[in-house]
């Protein structure tokens, strides 16, 4: 059985490292990699507990899973403990991942920068947790990740986040003001750094920087061996050819790794104590010396090259383990006495290192030293081979690295642990450091065995000769284990130099060190012995030293052996005589040559070899020996008391190497000097002078650390206990010498400088040593006699001090001496108090201080000033208590003179941050006394400098840091102090304009925005500053004298503080809102708080501010924090009552308003109009929101309707403020919405607000904001309305402008007449842009009325006719398209409040088609779907979130009012106008089937129309392009009624042509051939027939009593049809060119019989129009001017196409001008040779597809021109002029346009006489495939119109309306465009080709297809030959396809039979058709 227990608490958290995944067994628990688990208990191999993030689902999972981690619980939930810096990398990845991926969809270019630091800062945070890193690289990797932070957080603009040295987050409550401020500077320059391009970034720990230090690690080396070596590695000077480093010794073995063991991967040296000189030599090299250990020769090996492996993967094998010791041993003999073995020189490595120190980053990784081999040289020679280059092929080398380190040793081993551990040994320079330490006792002496030079004695050759060198003393006997050959070699007892083949005068250069104790020292010497070698193994064993030489370390009178060279004597070794019992008995033969005087001495054994000498060089450095005779003579002057005035004298000669290393002796003898000599007047200033130079020589830079000796021995080894009188009396006396006035020359003139003022100089500059010295043999004194006698040292010493201050006093030149003083005053202050009485001491400080003269060595004074506040005498409460007010005054005087302002900075921040601290005891008087001098000259310092200067931020924080460390009482005390001067109200006003200048966000800040805690900090103190003035302004400025501007001034200051953005904690990201919560809280609330209390202060004086405060409570009260809103909104409701309750008489006051309420006010007009006004300017700025608007209604209704008074009045108030915030909420969101339509909706609805709330300005603002908005997308005449809006405003007189009626468009208009007399032009002009002349000329009337009547202006009103008459001239002669008009509905909640579930009539653009039209209504509602059908939708889609628009296309009603142009003879340009233009009634139709007419569904008595009417807001056009419908209502139209309306139309048509074609002969006589052909042979849809048939049987009338008036109409009219067409046919026979004169026959045939059968029934009918040449005479029935058909309807009956209210093309729309429309048309064509292959008349559209029309467009826009050559064309037409900027609008050719044409100098040339051809031209187009026309004629036909089966009528209409009543765009046009086109007429086959179209046709991409080809029938007898099928995709404005077909079919010749009607096409099934 398994047994759970309960889990460990420290075992209860972890992280799944992997997934688990076992749904199918019982009580498991699924796991995710890296959820979090929290563990309950456990069992062996499974834990049992739940997800953090899914607590309810509980389970078992095996241990292995998981990682158990240590965990803190924070907020209820677990978390991973970790470090802190791991912590906030954590946070800042999950903050700059959002952004990081804003950034990336932005495609900001930061992004990849950010990216990296994050991938950075991801890798440092997995080494930090891994725990795998030592110290050092822990704290490297974290300095390393905060600067990718600090850095990252520069880049993405967040806050900047303040760290110490370490990198921690400081804490920023814990420290004052100025300090937080420097700190944010550190941060600054911090971040700067770490941002440079630098390889390698220095630790931020100051490092020293007068020591420098070289690692080196020996990694390889790559050579032949054949036996083991010593490796010898030095730094090298190659300027002087001299080492400069100790040797670092490698014994490198025969098979290529160290021998010894410890050695083995720990190659490396610490070449330290190189100075800055050093670093900076021209040439620097690291050079390695290999010296072979073996025989003379070398030995050959089976292995004779062997190349060096990589220490650290080598291994020690047992032969090299048995080598590694075989070099120079401790007794100086070989390793294994068997072994014949000797130092040989081998080679030379070299390397030139002055680049590299240079720049350390260039050259990482392994540097290569080049070596080669000695061979006969020397290792000195092969070296000077190696720098100078002269040396061939270099193929050894080896491989070292290098890195330069800064720092002294014990620094480098605490930051760089990893890379200098304890077993590194450190090679020394060979002398002293630049800077020498205390600690560092050396006592080393480099011996260089320079040279030798030895006769031939016996031997025929040159000697071998090695020189043995030991250390022995004065017995002769060796000193074991004194030297050394280099740093990693253990010490020797003897060094053995290297051997030299066969050179009697070798050159060995080689360097070692001796270190012998210092007790020895003196007495031990050196002692150099002479051998040859000989190669001979047997005979090198027989040898005998030859020669011996020695040196003595000490000499005679006490001091060392002298630095450089020395040359000894050689003397010969007889062994036979030799006695070495006596083994110094050479001690008493002269060691050098220099002592030899010419002698030859000699005793038994030895004798000089006069010829024979050696070479050495001495290099001491010692810090306990000296070399110095002087110094002696003084260290030993009670021996030699007859030198001592010439040994102290002496002692400014001594260097001061040797000084520091006696320091303590000489300091012990100058002392003892001073005590115990005999003749005081000669010694005390000697001893004392002498002591002025041993401080000064320790205080130069290079002995610097020296002091702290210095201070050692005066603390602990000073003993000299009467010294302090006799110093004192030698200071006082030099004092006086120095003040004591100078003697002048003759002419007045000074002396030089005397020696007294030197000496003065000289002591005071060090006069704090000699006051240490003072004190403390003071002290001692005193201790040894119980302190008796301190009344007369403090009588002394204050008789000293007032020497100090008659020595300031005194008038002679001593500046320097004063300086000096300054500089060390703190100093011997400090030191003083250990004797002295602190108060006493203070104020003769201050006595000092004062006694300078005020210009006087001011800097000097403030840097003592600056010196003292760091001192402990600062620190004590009394002392401070008399300093402090000198010091604040002094900086006061500076402050206010401007000068050593930075000083002045620097000592009140010190000031200030000593105050902070816990230890200085009581500071409330010491901020008393700050805050009483310096807190108003600090705060108009700050206030008067400019933001950009460097200092002013720290001004503002030593503000700050004074009002931070204030309390109540302190601003009682500065009240009081101020109010008594009566500068309390200036302090005030002062002070609360600089804390709103320092918030302002007008203003250029003061801190970085992203200083977030200095901000924090700020505003924290701010806040307890305004909390205390509110007290103030209340006690002093409300009774009995009200000051209006103080109150103004801090509810200004206050609410802008409460506002500004760093306060807004809404606007910050979690992280940063919870950090702020957790430091610094949301301080809104106590300011919103403060504010409310204030204002309720005010009492009977709050109506002074009711206007004016209403913004800025306002903008504070849409701070989106619910309390503060809850405290603030009441204001507003106190401020209604207060103006309404206010008098209305001036004088009289508030309260007597109380008492006399006749005297009310009794409205609150100024507070309602600012608060609209700042309504809209803050929910503009992007202030407030709904909840803020929900929450403003319910607090102020609820005190509303608790108001008696208010009641009402107050209610509605609310509503429509309520109201005004819904608007402009709404228009804020959609301002920034890329729908114009809505943008310019919001502004129209705010305009109407205002103007029903009478605000004028506000009005005005968006009248001229709607205007700008027209402007930008060029909506030229909705402009135009709009401004006339302004000018509704003014009057036509000279009165002053009002500020409210101003325009800034005209501000230089300064009277009503002037600004509307401007608007005015500048409306005409936009009208002239949007071509609405009329309303134009309409401005030109008012202005020309005013220049006429009012003014008499004659030359103004001159210019204004001649503008009024272009005007006129432009409606007649310009183009001018007519928009369209579209009825848009708006359903679903989806779209803004203002569109939701309403209806629109939109006004189209210029040549805006139903398509392009839809297609923007979705673009601009790209989430909206366009509906498909016109029923009114169900509550699932207009109570839906989506959004779905119904479009289709109505046509204006034109207004009654316009009757007048009935029955009269008008241009139709005039008219067009008015059909379309200031209408505000629409209509559409839709058709559908009843069969109660009879007949079956397709009967023409059947199709009926459903008309629409609607009314909209306001006419149109207007300011907007489109107005909502306010009114609309439905009804039918019969099919008799439609019948009347169609006939109506057709008449219009002809009449219209007819008056055209007259006015106009060069219009083109094609629509007219059209037109006529469709009416007389309407062989498709059978014209009239269809109606007489329906209608005009007895049948109809006994079914339909009622419609008997209709019939009679129908009737009329078919008979007035008659006169009209002859005398078209009249006319088109007089135009028709000879080519067309078959189809004039046609045509008067038809027409002949028509006109039989019509009058036969109907009777005969007269006409007005008479046909003449010139003119025609005619009377207009009424304005509306048909429509025609375009060349697919050449053979449908005119009568059944027509409709009076068509919602596509109705007659009174003039899309464009015929020439225009023609060409377009025709080149929309393409005409083929031969019958189109694959499709038929039975080819039916696509039953389903139904996509929008935008996306069926097939046009290409680019095609300019097309050639058309036509095949069966009998007649072309010419060229026509190109009108490139008019696509087309309908599919027909209207008459309007025709007659716009008339009208204008646009139409083209009449028709040329056509030319024949003899062969058939083929198409320059090739064929489009079969694939391409499946593609494009499969299209689906339009959603709007149906074209049914034609198979049983003759009326396409009557067909098309029972099919699809609910189509979008389905209208009641009866228009051509409407129906099927026929096909064309048949061409006989003896007619004429004439098919040549050699002109190109301009491509219009919008226009309509108009066929041009007629074909004739040559024969009266209806004879038809062959009819070619010619097939064309005719594209109308859905971009929809029809098939206008011609069919080919047999011809029948039998001219007696008469001809039947052609066939119509069958069409298909379920095509569409959308105009």
């Given at each position: 059985m398994t047994v759970w227990s309960d889990c460990n608490a420290k075992q209860s958290f972890g992280i799944a490292k992997c997934n688990f995944d076992q749904d199918t067994k019982p009580h498991r628990l699924n796991l995710d990699v890296g959820d979090a688990v929290i563990i309950l208990k456990e069992t062996t191999h499974w834990f049992y507990g739940y997800k953090q993030k899914e607590k309810q689902t509980r389970g078992i999972f095996p241990k292995s899973y998981v990682h158990l981690c240590e965990y803190i619980i924070v907020n209820g939930e677990y978390c991973i403990q970790r470090t802190d810096i791991v912590e906030e990398i954590t946070k800042v990845l999950l903050e700059w991942g959002g952004i990081a991926k804003s950034y990336f969809l932005s495609t900001n270019p930061d992004f990849q920068k950010i990216r990296r630091k994050m991938n950075e800062l991801n890798n440092n945070r997995a080494a930090l947790i891994s725990g795998n890193l030592p110290l050092d690289e822990m704290r490297k990797v974290k300095l390393q990740a905060t600067a990718q932070i600090d850095t990252g957080n520069k880049l993405l603009g967040l806050d900047m986040v303040v760290r110490d040295e370490s990198g921690d987050i400081l804490d920023t409550n814990a420290i004052c003001t100025t300090e937080l401020y420097e700190n944010h500077v550190h941060a600054v320059h911090r971040i700067e750094k770490a941002n440079r391009l630098s390889s390698e970034r220095e630790t931020t720990r100051g490092l020293n920087k007068y020591s420098h230090n070289i690692l080196l690690h020996v990694n390889a080396f790559v050579c032949k061996f054949q036996e083991d070596s010593d490796l010898l590695f030095t730094l090298f000077n190659g300027d002087t050819h001299k080492p400069i480093s100790e040797n670092y010794v490698v014994k490198w073995s025969r098979t290529g790794i160290a021998r010894d063991i410890d050695q083995f991967d720990n190659n490396r040296v610490l070449f330290t104590d190189l100075s800055r000189n050093d670093l900076s030599i021209s040439k620097m090299y690291l050079v390695c010396y290999a010296i072979r250990i073996g025989s003379m020769e070398v030995k050959d090996s089976t292995d004779s090259k062997r190349t060096s492996m990589n220490i650290a993967n080598s291994v020690l094998t047992a032969a090299s383990r048995k080598h590694s010791q075989l070099s120079v041993n401790s007794n100086g003999s070989s390793g294994s006495t068997s072994e014949y073995m000797m130092r040989r020189p081998f080679g030379v490595a070299c390397k030139d290192l002055t680049p590299i120190i240079s720049k350390p980053e260039d050259f990482r990784g392994n540097l290569d030293l080049p070596f080669i081999m000695c061979e006969k040289d020397t290792l000195d020679g092969t070296l000077r081979k190696l720098i100078e280059k002269d040396v061939g092929k270099i193929e050894s080398k080896m491989a070292v690295t290098f890195e330069v380190l800064r720092g002294d040793i014990k620094q480098i081993k605490e930051d760089f642990p990893r890379l200098v551990h304890t077993n590194v040994p450190v090679a020394r320079k060979m002398g002293f450091p630049e800077v020498i330490l205390p600690g560092d006792v050396r006592n080393d002496l480099y011996l260089t065995v320079c040279s030798g030079e030895f006769a031939r004695i016996a031997k025929t050759s040159e000697k071998n000769v090695e020189v043995t060198i030991c250390v022995a003393n004065e017995h002769g006997h060796l000193v074991p284990g004194v030297m050394s050959i280099g740093a990693g070699h253990p010490p020797i007892d003897e060094y053995k130099s290297v051997v030299y083949y066969h050179d009697d005068k070798p050159k060995w250069q080689e360097t070692f060190k001796i270190h012998v104790p210092i007790e020895e020292f003196k007495q031990c010497h050196l002692r150099f012995t002479l051998k040859h070698r000989s190669s001979n193994e047997q005979k090198d064993r027989s040898e005998k030293p030859f020669g011996l030489?020695?040196?003595?370390?000490?000499?005679?009178?006490?001091?060392?052996?002298?630095?450089?060279?020395?040359?000894?004597?050689?003397?010969?070794?007889?062994?036979?005589?030799?006695?070495?019992?006596?083994?110094?008995?050479?001690?008493?033969?002269?060691?050098?040559?220099?002592?030899?005087?010419?002698?030859?001495?000699?005793?038994?054994?030895?004798?000089?070899?006069?010829?024979?000498?050696?070479?050495?060089?001495?290099?001491?450095?010692?810090?306990?020996?000296?070399?110095?005779?002087?110094?002696?003579?003084?260290?030993?002057?009670?021996?030699?008391?007859?030198?001592?005035?010439?040994?102290?004298?002496?002692?400014?000669?001594?260097?001061?190497?040797?000084?520091?290393?006696?320091?303590?002796?000489?300091?012990?003898?100058?002392?003892?000097?001073?005590?115990?000599?005999?003749?005081?007047?000669?010694?005390?200033?000697?001893?004392?002078?002498?002591?002025?130079?041993?401080?000064?020589?320790?205080?130069?830079?290079?002995?610097?650390?020296?002091?702290?000796?210095?201070?050692?021995?005066?603390?602990?080894?000073?003993?000299?206990?009467?010294?302090?009188?006799?110093?004192?009396?030698?200071?006082?006396?030099?004092?006086?010498?120095?003040?004591?006035?100078?003697?002048?020359?003759?002419?007045?003139?000074?002396?030089?400088?005397?020696?007294?003022?030197?000496?003065?100089?000289?002591?005071?500059?060090?006069?704090?040593?000699?006051?240490?010295?003072?004190?403390?043999?003071?002290?001692?004194?005193?201790?040894?006699?119980?302190?008796?006698?301190?009344?007369?040292?403090?009588?002394?010493?204050?008789?000293?001090?007032?020497?100090?201050?008659?020595?300031?006093?005194?008038?002679?030149?001593?500046?320097?001496?004063?300086?000096?003083?300054?500089?060390?005053?703190?100093?011997?202050?400090?030191?003083?108090?250990?004797?002295?009485?602190?108060?006493?001491l203070s104020i003769s400080i201050v006595e000092i201080l004062e006694k300078f003269p005020p210009r006087r060595l001011t800097q000097s004074k403030m840097g003592c000033i600056k010196d003292f506040v760091e001192t402990k005498l600062f620190s004590s409460p009394k002392c401070r208590a008399i300093l402090l007010p000198v010091f604040c005054k002094h900086i006061k005087d500076h402050l206010e003179s401007k000068e050593e302002i930075a000083e002045c900075i620097n000592i009140m921040n010190n000031i200030l941050k000593l105050l902070y601290r816990p230890d200085v005891g009581s500071t409330h008087n010491d901020v008393r006394d700050i805050m009483i001098i310096l807190l108003r000259p600090v705060m108009k310092a700050a206030h008067s400098l400019d933001r950009d200067t460097g200092v002013v931020g720290q001004f503002f924080a030593i503000m700050l840091g004074i009002l931070q460390r204030m309390d109540a009482q302190h601003y009682k005390y500065f009240v009081n102090d101020l109010h008594q001067h009566g500068e309390l109200k200036d302090f005030v006003i002062e002070i609360l304009l600089v804390f709103e200048e320092l918030v302002s966000p007008h203003q250029k800040a003061v801190f970085p925005r992203d200083w977030m805690d200095m901000i924090m900090h700020q505003n924290t103190v701010i806040l307890g500053a305004l909390q205390q003035l509110s007290i103030v302004i209340t006690d002093y400025f409300l009774c009995p004298v009200f000051d209006k501007q103080i109150w103004s001034n801090f509810f200004q200051c206050s609410i802008a503080f409460l506002v500004q953005s760093p306060l807004q904690l809404n606007d910050f990201n979690d992280n940063k809102r919870q950090m702020v919560f957790a430091r610094y809280r949301d301080i809104r609330k106590d300011t919103a708080k403060e504010i409310r209390k204030m204002w309720f202060q005010l009492g009977m004086h709050k109506p002074k501010f009711v206007p004016q405060l209403v913004e800025p409570i306002l903008e504070m009260s849409m701070i989106p924090e619910t309390e503060l809103r809850r405290e603030t909104i009441p204001i507003f409701f106190d401020m209604m009552q207060c103006e309404y309750n206010s008098s209305r008489l001036e004088v009289e006051s508030y309260g007597d308003t109380k008492h006399n309420s006749s005297h009310h006010k009794g409205n609150f007009s100024e507070f309602k109009t600012a608060m609209i006004e700042k309504l809209d300017i803050l929910i503009g700025a992007g202030k407030g929101d709904a909840e803020y608007k929900e929450l403003f209604k319910k607090i102020m209704l609820e005190y509303c309707s608790a108001h008696n008074t208010l009641n009402v009045d107050g209610t509605n108030f609310v509503n429509m403020v309520t109201r005004l915030m819904d608007k402009l909420l709404e228009y804020r969101f959609i301002i920034q919405d890329e729908s114009k339509e809505n943008r310019m909706a919001c502004t129209f609805s705010l305009l109407q607000f205002y103007s029903e709330v009478d605000l004028k300005e506000m009005y005005i603002r968006y009248v001229y904001k709607l205007c700008a908005l027209h402007m930008e997308f060029e909506n030229y005449t909705e402009a135009a309305f709009t401004l006339k809006l302004h000018t509704e405003l003014l009057r036509w007189n000279d009165t002053e402008l009002s500020p409210q009626l101003r325009s800034y468009r005209h501000g230089s208009c300064r009277t009503h007449r002037e600004l509307k007399e401007a608007l005015y032009f500048e409306i005409m002009d936009y009208f002239d842009k949007g071509k609405q002349w009329e309303c134009a000329i309409d401005m030109c009337k008012v202005l020309a009325q005013q220049y006429e009547e009012e003014i008499y202006d004659y030359i103004k009103l001159a210019e204004l006719l001649k503008r009024m008459a272009q005007f006129f001239e432009k409606i007649l002669k310009e183009l001018r398209h007519t928009s369209e008009y579209f009825r848009v509905c708006f359903y679903g909640r989806g779209f803004p409040r203002l569109l939701q579930n309403r209806v629109y009539i939109f006004r189209g653009k210029e040549y805006e088609r139903h398509s392009d039209f839809c297609s923007r209504m979705l673009v601009q509602h790209p989430q909206a779907e366009l509906m498909q059908t016109l029923e009114p939708p169900g509550e699932d889609i207009t109570h839906s979130d989506g959004q779905y628009i119904q479009v289709n296309k109505v046509e204006p009603i034109m207004d009654a009012a316009f009757s007048k142009f009935n029955e009269k003879i008008i241009s139709n340009e005039i008219v067009k106008y008015f059909t379309s233009n200031n209408v505000h009634k629409f209509q559409f139709s839709r058709p559908f089937r009843d069969s109660t007419g009879g007949g079956t569904m397709d009967d023409v008595r059947n199709l009926w129309l459903e008309r629409t009417e609607l009314i909209t807001q306001f006419p149109l056009p207007g300011i907007l392009r489109w107005f909502p419908v306010v009114d609309s209502h439905t009804f039918k139209i019969s099919p008799l009624e439609r019948a009347v309306e169609i006939m109506k139309d057709t008449n219009k048509d002809i009449r219209q042509l007819v008056i055209l074609h007259q006015s106009d002969e060069s219009l083109h006589i094609n629509p007219l051939s059209m037109k006529l052909n469709g009416i007389v042979d309407p062989a498709v849809m059978g014209g009239f027939a269809k109606y007489e048939e329906a209608f005009l049987t007895d049948e109809y009338l006994e079914q339909h009593p009622d419609d008997k008036d209709l019939i009679e109409e129908l009737k009329e009219l078919i008979a007035l049809q008659i006169p009209l067409l002859q005398c078209a046919i009249r006319l088109h026979r007089q135009k028709a060119p000879d080519s067309l004169k078959a189809l004039q026959d046609h045509l008067e045939g038809c027409f002949a019989d028509m006109q039989q059968h019509v009058e036969s029934r109907y009777g005969r009918k007269s006409c007005d129009l008479k046909i003449e040449r010139d003119s025609v005479i005619m009377r207009r029935t009424n304005s509306f001017l048909p429509a025609i058909f375009d060349a697919s309807n050449n053979r449908l009956s005119e009568t059944s196409m027509g409709s009076s209210d068509s919602g596509l093309s109705k007659s009174t729309f003039l899309p464009r001008p015929p020439t225009s429309s023609i060409k377009s048309t025709l080149a929309s064509l393409s005409f083929n040779t031969r019958p189109s292959l694959g499709h038929s008349p039975s080819t039916k559209g696509n039953k389903h597809k139904d996509k929008t029309p935008a996306k069926r467009r097939s046009m290409k826009k680019d095609r300019e021109t097309l050639s058309l050559p036509v095949a069966n064309c009998q007649w072309y037409t010419p060229p026509l002029t190109t009108i490139t900027s008019t696509p087309e609008k309908e599919i027909n050719t209207s008459v309007n346009s025709l007659a716009s044409a008339s009208n204008s100098s646009l139409s083209g040339p009449k028709t040329p006489d056509p030319r024949v051809l003899t062969e058939e031209l083929t198409p320059k187009r090739p064929l489009r495939s079969e694939k391409e026309k499946e593609r494009r004629l499969s299209r689906p036909a339009s959603i709007a119109t149906p074209t049914a089966s034609i198979k049983n009528f003759a009326d396409t209409r009557s067909l098309s309306e029972s099919s699809n009543r609910n189509s979008v765009e389905t209208t009641d046009s009866t228009s051509e465009e409407d129906i099927r086109p026929p096909p064309l007429p048949a061409k006989t086959r003896d007619s004429t080709d004439f098919s040549s179209l050699s002109h190109s046709l301009d491509w219009n991409p919008n226009g309509y297809t108009m066929l041009n080809v007629l074909s004739s029938n040559t024969s009266t007898s209806g004879s038809i030959s062959t009819t070619t099928m010619t097939k064309t995709s005719i594209t109308n404005s859905t971009y929809e396809y029809l098939e206008a077909t011609n069919f080919s079919m047999p011809g029948i010749n039998d001219a007696s039979k008469p001809r039947p009607p052609t066939p119509p096409p069958k069409p298909s099934r379920h095509s569409k058709h959308i105009p």
């Open positions: 030489s020695y040196v003595r370390l000490m000499q005679a009178n006490g001091t060392t052996i002298l630095q450089g060279q020395h040359v000894l004597a050689v003397y010969k070794i007889d062994h036979k005589k030799y006695d070495k019992t006596l083994a110094n008995s050479y001690m008493e033969l002269p060691a050098t040559t220099a002592e030899l005087l010419g002698t030859k001495p000699s005793i038994t054994g030895l004798s000089l070899l006069p010829k024979d000498q050696l070479t050495i060089d001495v290099n001491l450095c010692s810090t306990k020996l000296t070399q110095s005779v002087s110094l002696l003579g003084l260290l030993h002057w009670s021996a030699h008391k007859e030198t001592l005035e010439q040994s102290l004298n002496a002692l400014s000669t001594v260097p001061g190497e040797e000084v520091v290393k006696f320091l303590q002796d000489i300091l012990d003898a100058l002392f003892n000097i001073l005590v115990e000599n005999d003749n005081p007047e000669k010694y005390d200033q000697l001893v004392f002078m002498s002591i002025i130079h041993l401080i000064e020589t320790v205080s130069d830079l290079k002995y610097q650390h020296f002091l702290s000796v210095l201070d050692v021995y005066i603390n602990e080894s000073f003993s000299a206990t009467l010294a302090y009188t006799k110093l004192m009396d030698v200071l006082q006396r030099n004092i006086s010498d120095a003040i004591t006035p100078s003697e002048k020359s003759a002419d007045g003139i000074e002396h030089e400088e005397s020696a007294a003022v030197r000496r003065l100089y000289k002591t005071t500059r060090y006069l704090h040593y000699v006051m240490k010295f003072v004190i403390r043999s003071r002290v001692l004194y005193a201790a040894m006699n119980c302190n008796n006698d301190y009344v007369d040292f403090a009588a002394r010493l204050q008789e000293l001090l007032k020497m100090f201050i008659d020595m300031i006093g005194c008038p002679s030149n001593l500046l320097k001496s004063e300086g000096a003083l300054l500089k060390n005053l703190h100093i011997i202050a400090t030191d003083l108090m250990e004797v002295f009485d602190q108060v006493h």
